[in-house]
């Protein structure tokens, strides 16, 4: 594949490190014209490194990226580096109050702005590419597959020749991804090159004519699409599955209780009720999930990032309103995005970004903790002495080793560990009946992870139900079920554990074909 | 992060040890101001033999009490991570709607001639209105919390003046002065009064749930809300709560003056010297942050500078640009005193 194409980019033998991890070793790529790449792997393999370095943000520690044939221009040189490629980001770089054509100049206009001439040339490229929005349009009115056709029109009007595409269709619904492909297929027709990164496996059989599959930060492999399957896909992404099952965190922790399977809990009341949820979230949609957790039961949600995981904990926890479906808790409706109301009712709550919604950092680990008990602690008149919070902090700090000072230390103070345990006493605290946990073990050492596991079996076993919403596999090992959501709908579901970690990646990626179609219902 | 013995001791034995440990900390935060007023205090009796005397400092009790009754609104509201410039119009208008109800025709009244109680009833009832309008609009219409009060601050003052065609109002009659002239042998009612409102918040805000509430609000609303607070109602009723204190703070200064004045409050520009003496006092303009102890700090120092500029006979040419300096070198002593509780990030 080196190629000799002028109008190609190239990226030889690049190292990357941030501190003392490595993002990227000896990661040689290349684009060529009118083809499309598939740029695949999981989650911190190094994909985002890429699209930064060939984006000219980001420096490589090592090796280069040519330009057809000559060296790319200097890092920070964003002008001149976009006139070679452009990149359509994960996460939209639209001015939604300014109009489409000055969206699509954006920062490459002359000083003096001729609006005629802005909307005559935006209104040419759209119909060259037979893109159909309106340059005099206000960005803030556009859908968001609209708003990444802009985008794109930005990339070309720089005279672009390659585009980088990273993770396009996750924000955006099944025929907007259709429709998408078209227009990839337009590009690489009309000679563009085109790397395509994404989660789903699917899309990159598409559309791209070529693969790249990335794993902890190197290439391990590079072929035509044609002579791939998935299952190689699959195989290279994760890597050689046994060895690397065995080596993950999951199995080294033998303290994490193993959930026994099928056993008493389906016989269990239905404790949590959900019928056709819907959300219109920016962080994931939802479009009609249903579900059940039983007392004692602790079912697990996962699937990519966008794919609404963390959504569905938010709407049931009343973090976030819900825009259709029921949320009953033992048979009596739980009102939509009410956090107070839900908790009320009975519903523990988690927050996936603790540092936003967990703590109040100035406040004392203790008051933090009982913050949700307050009316339990006050007797008549709504007082109560500070030293019984200490008092009903005690017990839960001890079972979950929280290291502090005192029960008066600021949780500002605190290693993002023990920030994390704050926030799940602070929940255990209120002897909630259902406890939505969204990535409970984000950023936590191994020996917390299996403690924070271990309290969520437990208050299942004490017979709460738990939903555990997470994308990191190994938080899986506690659940009697997993749930697979893609695209904001589920996907399949797993009722045995314990779970093939390659059965739910493939899950994950939505697909369903050979061995995960065993288990997909 | 590596000894079980911490973890074990902070859920066990010493539990009583790791108590007074927080509460020693706590309390040398509060007093941050101690040291400036001392000094104050030294300066004052330096400049002028009158300085030290009984009557001196019921005076400057008297004078201080009905900015003191705003401050605590003000610092409510500051706590729960919101701000209210309308404070100072509640202080002049709900005076004035109630003696207008209150006095006689011929001394500019409405001819309703209420009695001087149910006007008192009136003056909580205009500040109540004024909090809940401002609360609404902020908490559930989402406006902006500067402007909105901004807008209604000007509002408040144009009613002040209007309802009354700009005349002032006097000849009140005594049970609506009591509270702002009386005095119980040289201690002002207005001192005292004060004093109980500034205890009870205080208290409040230690160990009530609601009074919790608010500094887990003003920390941080979504972590508040997340933990199932009911941070909306808090809010509202925090503006109401001050906007109401407000008012409090108006009889005092209409019983002090024996009138009430199309300047009261908007026109003397209160408000200033209200968010001084919070943030001197360590109340955080960005809300969580904040003791009651610190703003009755707060308010005794703005309130002993203005006593010394008087006894030492400043130009009052002078005075205003001096006020302000020793305001603004105060904020800066009390930031060096109080560390980082009065830091604003």
């Known amino acids: 594949m080196t190629s000799s194409d002028p109008a190609g980019v190239e990226m030889t033998g690049v190292e990357k490190r941030f501190g003392t991890t490595r993002a990227l070793h000896d990661v040689s790529l290349s684009l ?101 929005i309106a340059a005099e349009a206000l960005c803030r009115d556009l859908s968001v597959e609209q708003r990444q056709i802009v985008e794109i029109a930005r990339a070309l009007a720089r005279g672009a020749r390659c585009v980088l595409l990273d993770e396009p269709t996750a924000a955006l619904e099944r025929d907007a991804v259709r429709r998408l492909f078209e227009r990839v297929r337009q590009l690489t027709a009309g000679g563009v090159a085109v790397l395509y990164i994404s989660h789903h496996l699917e899309e990159v059989f598409d559309i791209c004519q070529n693969v790249a599959v990335l794993r902890d930060g190197e290439m391990v492999l590079t072929a035509q699409a044609s002579e791939l399957t998935r299952d190689d896909l699959v195989a290279a992404m994760v890597g050689s599955a046994q060895v690397k099952a065995a080596a993950s965190p999951a199995q080294r922790e033998p303290r994490i209780r193993q959930r ?112 949700t008990i307050t009316d339990r602690l006050a007797g008549r008149l709504g007082l109560f002495r500070p030293a019984s ?127 995960a179609q065993e288990a997909a219902e | ?117 149910l006007g008192i009833v009136i003056l909580l009832a205009v500040g109540a209105a004024v909090g809940l309008v401002n609360g609404l609009l902020i908490v559930k219409g989402r406006l902006n919390g500067f402007i909105v009060t901004l807008g209604m601050t000007i509002v408040l003052a144009g009613l002040q003046n209007g309802i009354v065609k700009a005349q002032s109002l006097f000849n009140l009659p005594r049970p609506f002065g009591y509270l702002g002239s009386a005095s119980f042998g040289q201690v002002p009612v207005a001192l005292v009064v004060a004093v109980i409102i500034f205890v009870l918040t205080g208290l409040f805000l230690r160990y009530h749930r609601t009074g919790r509430a608010i500094y887990a609000v003003g920390g941080n609303p979504v972590a508040a809300r997340a933990a199932g607070i009911k941070v909306e109602r808090i809010k509202i009723g925090v503006y109401v709560a001050g906007s109401i204190l407000a008012a409090i703070g108006g009889l005092m200064e209409a019983g002090r003056v024996s009138a009430v004045t199309g300047q009261q409050g908007y026109g003397e520009g209160i408000i200033f010297s209200v968010f001084a003496a919070a943030v001197i006092g360590g109340v955080s303009l960005k809300g969580g942050r904040g003791n009651m102890i610190g703003a009755a700090s707060g308010v005794i120092l703005l309130g002993l500078v203005q006593n010394i500029l008087d006894l030492a006979n400043v130009s009052n040419y002078w005075i205003e640009a001096i006020d302000g300096a020793v305001i603004l070198f105060a904020l800066f002593l009390a930031r060096i005193v109080g560390g980082e509780s009065t830091a604003e990030e």
């Open chain 1, 389 to 515: 919070r200490s008092a009903a902090a005690a017990p839960l700090t001890a079972k979950l080793s929280l290291v502090a000072s005192g029960p008066g230390q600021p949780v500002a103070e605190l290693s993002g560990g023990n920030q994390q345990k704050v926030t799940v006493a602070r929940t255990l605290a209120h002897d909630p009946a259902l406890i939505v946990a969204i990535t409970p073990t984000r950023g936590v050492d191994v020996a917390s992870k299996a403690l924070l596991l271990d309290s969520l079996a437990g208050v299942a076993a004490s017979g709460a139900g738990v939903l555990l919403c997470s994308d990191e596999l190994s938080d899986l090992v506690i659940c009697d079920r997993v749930i697979v959501l893609v695209r904001g709908e589920v996907f399949a579901e797993f009722t045995e554990p314990p779970f093939d970690r390659d059965k739910l990646i493939v899950a994950t990626e939505g697909m369903s074909n050979g061995k």
């Open chain 1, 32 to 132: 060529s014209a009118g083809q499309c790449l598939g740029l695949v792997g999981r989650n911190g393999a190094g994909k985002s490194t890429i699209v930064s370095i060939l984006s000219g943000l980001l420096e490589p520690d090592a090796g280069q990226v040519r330009f057809g044939g000559a060296p790319a221009p200097r890092v920070g040189d964003i002008a001149r580096w976009r006139e070679w490629i452009a990149t359509v980001f994960q996460h939209s770089m639209i001015v939604p109050d300014l109009s489409v054509a000055e969206n699509v100049f954006l920062g490459g206009t002359s000083p003096l702005v001729s609006w005629r001439e802005l909307r005559a040339r935006t209104r040419d490229i759209m119909r060259e590419w037979g893109f159909d």
């Open chain 2, 1 to 117: 992060m590596t000894s079980d013995s911490t973890a074990v001791a902070a859920g066990g034995t010493s539990l009583s040890s790791w108590l007074r440990g927080a509460r020693l900390s706590l309390l040398l935060r509060e007093v941050a101001l101690l040291p400036v007023l001392v000094v104050l205090l030294v300066v004052g009796a330096v400049v002028s033999p009158a300085f030290l005397t009984v009557s001196n400092f019921a005076g400057i009790g008297q004078q201080s009490s009905a900015l003191g009754v705003v401050v605590v609104g003000e610092s409510l509201i500051l706590m729960i991570g919101g701000m209210d410039l309308s404070l100072e119009s509640t202080y002049g208008l709900a005076p004035m709607v109630a003696a207008w109800l209150i006095v006689p025709v011929s001394a500019f009244g409405d001819g309703t001639d209420l009695s001087p109680y």
């Open chain 1, 260 to 371: 026994r399977s099928r056993g008493t809990v389906p016989d269990n009341a239905v404790l949590l009720a959900v019928e056709n949820l819907t959300s219109d979230s920016v962080q994931g949609r939802l479009s009609g999930v249903s579900l059940t957790v039983r007392a004692g039961e602790v079912v697990g949600i996962t699937g990519l990032l966008s794919a609404g995981v963390a959504t569905i904990g938010r709407t049931i926890a009343g973090a976030e309103p819900r825009t259709g479906g029921e949320v009953r808790l033992r048979g009596s409706l739980v009102p939509s995005g009410r956090r107070d109301a839900a908790q009320h009712a009975g519903i523990g709550y988690i927050p996936e970004d603790r540092r936003a919604e967990g703590f109040v950092a100035h406040l004392g680990v203790a008051e933090n903790i009982t913050m």
